[in-house]
T-cell receptor
Framework: GAVVSQHPSRVICKSGTSVKIECRSLDFQATTMFWYRQFPKQSLMLMATSNEGSKATYEQGVEKDKFLINHASLTLSTLTVTSAHPEDSSFYIC?????????????FGNGTRLTVT | AQTVTQSQPEMSVQEAETVTLSCTYDTSESDYYLFWYKQPPSRQMILVIRQEAYKQQNATENRFSVNFQKAAKSFSLKISDSQLGDAAMYFCAYRAYNTDKLIFGTGTRLQVFP
């Protein structure tokens, strides 16, 4: 079946540094991917919609200069957390839907736990 | 704007018993999709069941079934013959027909006792 791979699963970085998270669709081409953020014991909040070959669409309140999204190919979207701050520590999950399958549910990556020290 | 509400932060059920998780939503759309996702401690999001709003028949997947009340904008999940492996966070989610964006509820933590 369709699989979305997310890497790394865990990352620890120091304040002020940047960290990149990758989201790959393994057996289908995803023109659109989504990035979610989940704080402990809370729900998934949509951060942005990643569009292949064009700029990402950010949800209200999400800083586009802090959370850089690049969707350079049909199988890869990256989220870069720039100038990381301890407040950015969270669980980040990507997802994708198979194009043309309107009724298809989203396929989720396994998530990345980011800890900023 | 669409919203999804799960009013039960936590629920518990005895193994082999039945439990119902509540979900309500708000939308002005007539065509949309509704989902229940399970998130075990591994944090992997697992699709449990989905419902198309245009279908009157309630979706069923083995021990999981929904009670979809479109007029009331209610979408509850019933888990029959609960198993220890059902223990997880359960998220109700809404997706408008013309978009792939999911809007999640706040989640219900389900505990299953032996």
């Amino acid at each position: 079946g369709a699989v979305v791979s997310q890497h790394p699963s865990r990352v620890i970085c120091k304040s002020g540094t940047s960290v990149k998270i990758e989201c790959r669709s393994l057996d289908f081409q995803a023109t659109t991917m989504f990035w979610y953020r989940q704080f402990p014991k809370q729900s998934l909040m949509l951060m942005a919609t990643s569009n292949e070959g064009s700029k990402a669409t950010y949800e209200q309140g999400v800083e586009k200069d802090k959370f850089l999204i690049n969707h350079a190919s049909l199988t890869l979207s990256t989220l870069t957390v720039t100038s990381a701050h301890p407040e950015d520590s969270s669980f980040y999950i990507c997802s994708a839907v198979i194009p043309g399958h309107q009724n298809s549910p989203l396929h989720f990556g396994n998530g990345t736990r980011l800890t900023v020290t | 704007a669409q919203t999804v509400t799960q009013s039960q932060p936590e629920m518990s059920v005895q193994e082999a018993e039945t439990v119902t998780l509540s979900c309500t939503y708000d939308t002005s759309e007539s065509d949309y999709y509704l989902f229940w996702y399970k998130q075990p401690p591994s944090r992997q999001m697992i699709l449990v069941i989905r419902q198309e709003a245009y279908k009157q028949q309630n979706a069923t997947e083995n021990r999981f079934s929904v009670n979809f009340q479109k007029a009331a904008k209610s979408f509850s999940l019933k888990i029959s013959d609960s198993q220890l492996g059902d223990a997880a966070m359960y998220f109700c989610a809404y997706r408008a027909y013309n978009t792939d964006k999911l809007i999640f509820g706040t989640g219900t933590r389900l505990q299953v006792f032996p």
